[in-house]
C-alpha cells in the first residue's frame, strides 16, 4: 500500500531551523514527484517544494534561499530542509506524491486529489 509517513516538526523561534522527512512505502521515487505541502488556517494547501526522481527540485517563491529538499532513494525519505524560519512559515505540511506534482501549487488540504497523501507534520514558529 501506499503510504507517507512524516516526521520532524515541532516548535522553534524565528530564525530557526527544522529538518521534516518523509518515508516513503508502495511508491517509486522514479514514477512520481514527491513533495511537500502546508496548509495555514484555510482548506487549502500551498505546494512549499517538490522534488522528481531525477534530483530537480521546485520551490515555492515564499521558501527559496531557505528550504531545501532533497532525497536519499535508499532510504525511501525524502527531506525537507527549513532555515531562516519566520511565523509566516507556521503550518501543517504533508508529503505528497504525483505524477506530475510540480505544476500543482494548490490542493485542497484532504489530498485526495493527489496519488498519496501523508498526515502531516506541525510546524510552528514564534516571533
Known amino acids: 500500500a501506499q503510504q507517507l509517513v512524516e516526521s520532524g516538526g515541532g516548535s522553534v523561534q524565528a530564525g530557526g531551523s527544522l529538518r521534516l522527512s518523509c518515508k516513503v512505502s508502495g511508491l517509486s521515487f522514479d514514477d512520481y514527484d514527491i513533495g511537500w505541502y502546508r496548509q495555514g488556517s484555510g482548506n487549502e494547501c500551498e505546494l512549499v517544494s517538490a522534488i522528481s526522481g531525477d534530483g530537480r527540485p521546485y520551490y515555492a517563491d515564499s521558501v527559496k534561499g531557505r528550504f531545501t529538499i532533497s532525497q536519499d532513494k535508499g532510504k525511501n525519505t525524502v527531506y525537507l530542509q527549513l532555515n531562516s524560519l519566520n511565523p509566516l512559515d507556521t503550518a501543517l505540511y504533508h508529503c505528497?506524491?504525483?505524477?506530475?506534482?510540480?505544476?500543482?501549487?494548490?490542493?485542497?488540504?484532504?489530498?485526495?486529489?493527489?496519488?498519496?497523501w501523508g498526515r502531516g507534520s506541525q510546524v510552528t514558529v514564534s516571533s
Open positions: 505528497a506524491a504525483d505524477w506530475p506534482l510540480k505544476p500543482i501549487h494548490w490542493v485542497p488540504c484532504t489530498g485526495k486529489t493527489l496519488k498519496a
